[in-house]
T-cell receptor
Framework: QKEVEQDPGPLSVPEGAIVSLNCTYS??????FMWYRQYSRKGPELLMY????GNKEDGRFTAQVDKSSKYISLFIRDSQPSDSATYLC???????????FGQGTRLTINP | ETGVTQSPTHLIKTRGQQVTLRCSSQ?????VSWYQQALGQGPQFIFQ???????GRGNFPPRFSGLQFPNYSSELNVNALELDDSALYLC????????????FGAGTRLSVL
């Protein structure tokens, strides 16, 4: 079993829809939770990060962490075609060297 | 403030050859990590460098090695290339040792024929 599981999709939604992206994990020691956006043939771009549990909002993006269920989510409101990319969740233990990534979800927003 | 830069952007090698990839960390960042991303997969941690020493390693064989220089830039060296080494190699920098937030470069795409 992988430490971090993420549905690879692909996920296709119409412009303006609310998008929900999710990851589950097995390591209860994870405390940092990150979402990266990766456009085709580019490096991952940090979107948001959360420490421990709770919600964090940044513009159209909301990140949620439920440590009791070992489940994290990223919501995108009013989705735009420019949001079309692969979204990667990543997690780490405090002070650890490595990030552990999910497989990535490929998202397409249709105009 | 400059972000993480990597060179070259694309490289083609043949099996058995050796390759060196380069990375300049984001301004003010002293810790560099390297990741391998196979097509359709998430990045996998190779190793991290801090104060010019390897500080943590993932499940990669010794033919993957690295260096960090006094200016915090870094190199990834891969010897005896195998076909499965074909991937996007990503460099990430973080502000300091133990800082979990990492910022990535655009990567070097390595093709092994």
């Amino acid at each position: 079993q992988k430490e971090v599981e993420q549905d690879p999709g692909p996920l296709s939604v119409p412009e303006g829809a609310i998008v929900s992206l999710n990851c589950t994990y097995s390591n209860s020691a994870f405390q940092y939770f990150m979402w990266y956006r990766q456009y085709s043939r580019k490096g991952p771009e940090l979107l948001m990060y959360t420490y421990s549990s709770g919600n964090k909002e940044d513009g159209r993006f909301t990140a949620q962490v439920d440590k009791s269920s070992k489940y994290i989510s990223l919501f995108i409101r009013d989705s735009q075609p420019s949001d079309s990319a692969t979204y990667l969740c990543a997690m780490s233990v405090v002070g650890a060297q490595k990030l552990v990534f999910g497989q990535g979800t490929r998202l397409t927003i249709n105009p | 403030e400059t972000g993480v830069t990597q060179s070259p952007t694309h490289l083609i090698k043949t099996r058995g050859q050796q390759v060196t990839l380069r990375c300049s960390s984001q301004s003010g960042h002293n810790t560099v990590s390297w990741y391998q991303q196979a097509l359709g997969q998430g990045p996998q941690f190779i190793f991290q460098y801090y104060r010019e020493e390897e500080n943590g390693r993932g499940n990669f064989p010794p033919r993957f090695s690295g260096l960090q220089f006094p200016n915090y830039s870094s190199e990834l060296n891969v010897n005896a290339l195998e076909l499965d080494d074909s991937a996007l190699y990503l460099c990430a920098s973080s502000l300091d040792y133990g800082q979990n937030i990492q910022y990535f470069g655009a990567g070097t795409r390595l093709s092994v024929l």
